[in-house]
Structures are given as C-alpha cells and as structure tokens.
C-alpha cells in the first residue's frame, strides 16, 4: 500500500491522499523527498525510538504506579496519543511507525499553541498543512495555507516549538525551560530577533523546488535536520551526518577567555553564551552536563587539573571541589535531591545564560559573561608556563544512563555509545601569547587570552558557589 501511494505521489500527487495516509511521513516522501530525507535522520524522527526516552518512561511509569502517564509520549508521539494508539507508551513497539515521533503531520496541521509548555498545541480539524510560504501553491496532494506558527520569520513561530520545548512536572517543577529562557534573551524582542526556526532550521542561500511536482514554484527551503545536541544512540539514518552537524553548531555556540594572576597564581576561565538563544546547557539539564577542563602545567609536567577528561568515566572527578559543571539539580517536595524528573517539585540550575542585550553600554550586556577562579581556595604552587581551557558536553549524563542500566531498563551496550562533545577547540594560555588585561584586588597583574577578546574586565558575573548537587 505505501510503495503504490509513494509511486503515484512521485508521478503528480494525484489522487490526492487521504487523511490516514497523510498521517504517514513517507506519503510527505513522494512530494517532498529531500525535507522527508532530513526529517528522517532528526531527533524528532527519533523521538519515540529513543531508548534513553524508552527506559525513562518505563521507569517512571513502574516507579510512580502509572501516575505518570501520557507525560512523556505527548510529545515524543504526539499523534499516538492523539489518534488513541497509546496512553502512557508503553505500547509504542506495538504502533505503527506512521505515529511514532514527531511526524510531519502533527508540526504541519497546528492552528494554534494554546499554552507555553507540555504540549498545548491545537490541530486544525481539517487536514490543511501549514507552512512558511504566502500565497500557498495549489496542488492536489493536499490543502496548503499559510502560518505565522510555521514561519521562522515570524517570532510567533517560536510558540511552536516552545510548546514541547518547556516541561512543567506534575509537581510544578518547570524542568525543561528552552522556550521561556528565549523570551527572557534578547533573541526573543522586535526589531529584528532571532527565532527557534531560524537556528535549528538553517535556510538555503539559494531557491529550489520544495516539492517535485510539475511547475512548484522556487522557494528558500529550510532544512529538517532541526539540530540541537542530543543524538540517536543507535543505527539510524543519517547518523554520522547529524552527529557532523550538532558539532557543528556546537563548534559555535561559547566564546571562552582564560586568564592568569602572576605573582600568587591563580586561573580564570571564561566563558560566554553567544549562540545559543536560550541558556546552555538547556532542555533536560538535569540529565545534561556541561563542564570545562582546566590544566596548568610546567616544565611540561601537570602543575593543576580541574574537570574530567573527555574520556573519564564520569563528569565530576571524585575530590574535585572546584569542578564548574553546569547542569540542574531536582528536589522532591521536601527539598530533597532527587534524579528522576517525575519527583521534581524544584530545581536549581547553573547554566550560562543567554544574552538580554546586545547594548554594551548596557550593564547587563555583561552578565552573560561568567568567570570561575581556580582553585577556589588557595593558589598554584607555581607559576604555570602553559594552562588549557577546554569545554565539554554531554546530551545525557553517565550518572543517568548508568542509573537505568542498574534498574534493568537500558541495554549497556547503548549506554556505551552515549558521545562527549568539545565546544570548539581547546584555548591555550602562554606568557608570551598572553595580554595584560587588569590587576587584582592586591596589584597583582593578570593576563589573558581569548579568540574573541573576552577578558576578565569585561566579566560582571563570578561562579563561586556551586548548585546543590551530590557528586
């Protein structure tokens, strides 16, 4: 049935389909080959074969007696629920693909985000798919109109995707914030600013066909990819090239700054939020880590080391009391720590903030800048002649995949493939390399390097205490 419907699709879209067969993303396939080839290899693809998002649900499904319900699914499958296929998706092995994941279905027939989080998102009645484009082409695949919701030109879009991109727990902890994190940044005001879209959705410099039926009009397409910084764990098409392409984006998304006090030395990484558009890290930061790698040496042996290493067994080296990793930490109703999302009535989160003004003679143009000093306490037992700065980020904690295969609900052998990204290249510090940037409180003098001319003088916010998390 769906190799003929492909065949006639690719010959004219004519008969047009039905709504159960629109409900299927390789009917879009016929018409649409290369935004359904992206779309394929996407996260949103992924979303409800994901065995971290599978081990999670069961766990939390088993753990809070059923309580849980329709939590997770309503945007890993949206549709499944929708169409009655599932209510807590734990049956998901038994639908049909068509439903699973976030479809084209499902984005493309929205009329309305009736909230900002959990998925309040309304679907037309009528099987209308809505885009980015005016003046909509006729066509006989299926009604087309126009949407400010689909428009990455429009900031209304990011109405779209905030609504599954901000989670409240039933508890009212809001543990997933990427949406409101954006409203809050610059990105989000007129004139001008930058939407979800117009980051995860890259346009094309040139215009092309978007459908390949017989005199579609030229447009700007706009990829499918939808990059952020979760990737599949297990074979699925596209891999090496998503992968390729979340490190990519996240090749670009801090400027860093490292500096050192001469005389009583002591170290200061800098980093800066420049591109993401929201904090970082961000989504499930509480089962995300982001951490930065310092490393003084002399005479070409270690003289300090601060962060783990990109092959160490965890994100927090035992001891390490000045670590800076970012991530969130959860609690229970009685302020407890918690690391199941579905107990969370608070949190407590360090990420690096997105920008709220691009004035830098604003004071606030400043507090997205963050600096740490190492060692917190103390100094260097020398003058260091080579420090490093290196930043790293995980999409999902060893200490969460580790805790799933212990409770049974995750193969270990996908735990194996979870990745580790450096956020752009390692910065190297030298006297020689090194500019004089400020003095600190005793006179003493500080240098600094930077690939972008961040110093500690242009620094507002210090990262001394750490979130309440346990090791």
């Known amino acids: 049935m769906r190799a003929t419907l492909f065949a006639m699709l690719l010959v004219g879209c004519s008969p047009p389909p039905t709504r159960a067969q629109l409900l299927d993303p390789a009917t879009c396939q016929g018409c649409h080959p290369q935004q359904y080839g992206e779309w394929a ?10 065995p971290v998002f599978i081990a999670m649900n069961q766990k939390g499904q088993r753990e809070t007696a059923g309580a849980l319900g ?17 209510v807590d998706g734990l049956n998901l092995g038994e639908v049909e693909p068509a439903l699973k ?5 499902f984005c493309h027939t929205v009329d309305a985000a009736l909230g900002t989080h959990n998925n309040p998102l309304r679907l037309a009645s009528e099987p209308t798919m809505r885009g980015a484009f005016e003046g909509a082409y006729p066509n006989s695949a299926h009604q087309s109109a126009y949407s400010p919701l689909h428009d990455r030109d ?30 809050a940044s610059v990105y989000s005001r007129p004139p001008g600013g930058v939407t979800c879209g117009q980051c995860h959705l890259p346009q094309s410099a040139g215009t092309q066909p978007i459908a390949t039926t017989a005199g579609a009009p030229e447009r700007r397409a706009h990829s499918h ?61 509480q089962d995300r880590r982001v951490w930065a790698e310092v490393v003084a040496y002399l005479d070409g042996g270690v003289l300090y080391r601060s962060g783990a290493t990109a092959d160490a067994g ?17 609690f229970d109703a009685d302020g407890g720590e918690v690391h199941d999302f579905w107990a969370a009535a608070s949190f407590e989160g360090n990420a690096l903030p997105a920008p709220v003004t691009f004035d830098k003679g604003d004071a606030r143009f400043y507090e997205s800048h963050r600096v740490k000093t190492f060692p917190l306490v103390g100094e260097l037992s020398a003058e260091p002649d080579r420090v490093t700065l290196s930043v790293w980020a995980r999409p999902i904690s060893r200490d969460v995949t580790d805790a799933l295969v212990a409770s049974g609900d995750l193969d270990p052998a996908v735990a194996a493939r979870l990745p580790t990204f450096q956020l752009g290249p390692t910065l190297e510090w030298t006297r020689e ?9 005793m006179g003493l003098p500080i240098f600094c390097v930077s690939k972008t001319g961040l110093t ?16």
């Open 41 to 50: 290899g996407s996260m949103h693809a992924y979303a409800a074969a994901d």
């Open 70 to 86: 329709g939590f997770c699914v309503n945007c890993h499958a949206p549709m499944a629920v929708r169409e009655g296929k599932t």
């Open 101 to 105: 994941g976030v479809t084209c279905f």
């Open 154 to 183: 429009q900031l209304e879009s990011a109405k779209l995707c905030g609504a599954c991109h901000d989670v409240q727990t039933q508890h009212g902890a809001n543990i997933e914030r990427t949406f409101s994190e954006w409203q």
């Open 225 to 285: 990819a939808m990059r952020g910084v979760d990737v599949a764990l297990t074979d699925f098409p596209n891999l090496a090239t998503e992968r390729a392409g979340v490190q990519e984006l996240l090749d670009h998304t801090l400027q860093t700054g490292l500096c050192v006090t001469l005389g009583r030395p002591r170290l200061h990484a800098l980093l800066d939020n420049v591109a993401a558009g929201h904090g970082f890290p961000s989504g499930a930061a």
């Open 314 to 330: 965890s994100e927090r080296v035992s001891g390490d009391l000045d670590a800076w990793l970012m991530r969130d930490c959860i």
């Open 433 to 441: 390399a090194a500019t004089r940037s400020a003095v600190d409180a």
């Open 456 to 471: 500690l003088s242009s620094a507002a916010t210090r990262v001394e205490p750490r979130v309440r998390c346990s090791p």
